[in-house]
């Protein structure tokens, strides 16, 4: 069921801790959530941890199976988001490739500079049908199948408005091909508002084919740092990792590595502690936004104009750790707010 997302989005800020964001970063945010159609399941604020950087982002996240993709096809998002509306019209069109490879899909925006307009945001669509439950698959296509591949470069080449670079697109095919046995890639981005041409693959694979598959892609990234990283912020109740590959003629050099805790439940959410308190030993993260994040995971309930049902928020947190080139690191986390009814 697809809500109004201004007002979910203003149900959740009771909940939303000034120590992660603060009313300026709000207020951006909610300017950006004022001017998108209603076709949101969940809202995401991304938070730096480190003291003194206050800067958030702000995505949404759409699903085919709640409806999204007939209100996105229709939005009109207005100059120089044409590549955008593009994109969402072949999603919604069910005889497209990329309708049957799909499930869900967000736009995320870099709210870094104030700005009189929406910024181009960044495109990210998930690959993998499992992602979402409620998915069609009885026209699911298989990665080995050919027209998965060239679903996906479809909808890049749509997101740039042109192909892409001979070296990009070797290097995008060669992250399906050098995955190890029991890896797979979940989501793939265009970056269309930042500057190049950066497509993501997001990774998940076995830890201790992390390096290897790296290597394979001709990653220069500072392999020593990003290898203690890993070890201490990774879970090592867990045997895999997921990492962003970004890719713009090359591998980048950057090392990031997502935490997530959400598969767990509320509950497991206890499990983040230890990471949190580590984040603040490495100084990567302050005590105060350690305290908030802490109380954070959860649901509450508010009340949502011309709805006689309470409203649920249901509150998650995924963390990510980027090692620089020069070795700097850096943490931050994803607040997820998901706006739903629940009867019991």
């Known amino acids: ?54 800067r958030v ?30 994109f ?11 309708h049957r490879i ?12 104030p700005t009189p307009d929406v910024p181009r945001p960044q495109v990210i669509f998930c690959i993998d049908p499992a992602m979402d439950r409620s998915f069609d698959r009885r026209l699911v296509l298989t990665p080995s199948e050919p027209a998965f591949r060239a679903a996906i470069v479809e909808g890049l ?8 670079a001979p070296a990009t697109e070797e290097l995008f095919g060669r ?19 930042r500057p ?17 598959y790296l290597d394979a892609l001709g990653w220069q990234g500072p392999r020593q740092c990003a290898h203690e990283a890993s070890q201490r912020f990774g879970r090592p109740d867990v045997g895999h990792m997921k990492l962003d590959i970004d890719i713009d003629g ?32 490495a100084g990567l993260c302050t005590r105060a936004k350690r305290d908030a994040l802490a109380a954070w995971p959860g649901r509450g309930q508010a009340s949502l104009p011309g709805y006689g049902w309470p409203l649920t928020l249901e509150r998650h947190m995924d963390f990510k750790v980027v090692v620089w080139p020069d070795e700097q690191l850096e943490a931050k986390v994803y607040l997820g707010i998901q706006p739903r009814f629940v009867l019991f």
Not at 57 to 85: F, N
Request: charged share 20%.
């Open 1 to 54: 069921m697809l809500l109004p997302i201004l007002p979910t989005f203003d149900a959740a800020r009771s909940s939303v801790p000034e120590a992660l964001v603060g009313r300026g970063e709000w207020s951006r945010a909610r300017a950006i959530a004022a001017r998108l159609p209603n076709a949101a399941v969940m809202h995401y604020l991304e938070c730096r941890l480190a003291a003194g950087v206050n």
């Open 57 to 86: 982002d702000y995505q949404i996240t759409s699903k085919l199976s709640a409806g999204s993709g007939p209100v996105l096809a229709g939005w009109r998002a207005g100059r120089g988001w044409k590549c955008v509306e593009s």
């Open 88 to 98: 969402f019209r072949i999603w919604n069109d069910e005889s497209s490739a990329l």
């Open 102 to 113: 799909v499930p869900i899909a967000g736009l995320e925006f870099d709210l870094d500079l």
């Open 157 to 164: 080449t749509t997101l740039f408005e042109q192909p892409l």
């Open 175 to 193: 992250c399906f091909d050098a995955l190890p046995a029991e890896g797979r890639i979940l989501h793939v981005a265009a970056f269309i508002g």
């Open 196 to 212: 190049g041409r950066v497509i993501r693959c997001v990774a998940v694979l076995p830890r201790e084919a992390v390096f290897e």
């Open 250 to 281: 090359e591998v980048l050099p950057k090392f990031a590595l997502a935490v997530e805790f959400t598969t767990d439940g509320a509950d497991g959410y206890a499990r983040a502690l230890p990471l949190l308190d580590e984040l603040c030993r």
